[in-house]
């Protein structure tokens, strides 16, 4: 459970008292059953995370809306687009094992997340993960409902694969931009979890060792 779940409850729960203190029970259930959505609603549950060498694993849960190339940074790159509804569970996790490199935060609108323009003109904080010899960078993009986004670690921080990151509130989007080299392993309209779904598979690049004198003069 986030902590903020507990703070919305309580807030639900105390109002709920004051109503039904002041007129009656029945009209302080519509706080209750609010506090207890909003329990549900926060809720963190554990995930199994892969162990599969390359893997880039979806930051959020909800559903693949768009599978696409577009440039970033004057580099063409893989985009996954992924919607999180308010059904959905909203934490954020690290989709690579490595070090921030960047964390952006861009102010903007609260247009629908479903719309394609989103992903440029919304409220969104932009992070760049280094690990591996890659780079991902993902997008945590607030959509028409939610209005605060929550990022819990900042530049020269590592983060491990899966690793609980954040979190946006209520309705948002999050996109995850990668290597074109990748194996991509969902389409759109697929249902994800964040931390436990492979997005892609990245070739694993071998390091390069300058070798010993001796190896060098040989060649």
């Known amino acids: 459970m986030v902590r903020d779940g507990y703070f919305y409850s309580a807030g639900c729960l ?10 009656a029970w029945l009209y302080a259930v519509p706080l209750l059953l609010l506090g207890a959505f909003f329990l549900w609603f926060f809720r963190d549950p554990e995930r199994q995370i892969p162990t599969i060498s390359g893997a880039v694993v979806s930051p959020g849960d909800g559903k693949v809306t768009d599978v696409s190339v577009v440039s970033a940074a004057g580099t063409s790159r893989n985009r996954i687009s992924i919607f999180l509804s308010v059904f959905d569970v909203h934490v954020n996790r690290a989709p690579i094992a490595g070090v921030i490199r960047d964390v952006r935060y861009q102010r903007g609108k609260f247009l629908n997340a479903m719309q394609k323009n989103s992903a440029e003109e919304n409220e969104q904080n932009i992070v760049t993960v280094e690990g591996d010899g ?4 993902f997008k945590q993009i607030a959509g028409l409902i939610a209005r605060r986004i929550v990022f819990n670690f900042k ?9 609980r990151v954040g979190l946006i509130k209520f309705g948002s989007r ?5 290597d074109r080299d990748a194996a991509i392993q969902v389409k759109p309209g697929d249902r994800v979890k964040g931390g436990a779904t492979v997005l892609a598979v990245l070739p ?9 004198a001796g190896e060098r003069e040989a060649h």
């Open 174 to 178: 999050v996109d995850v931009l990668f």
């Open 14 to 23: 105390l109002a709920a008292v004051i109503v039904a203190w002041l007129t």
């Open 134 to 137: 890659r780079t991902v960078i």
């Open 155 to 163: 530049v020269g921080d590592h983060v491990a694969c899966g690793e």
């Open 204 to 212: 694993v690049k071998e390091p390069v060792h300058a070798g010993t």
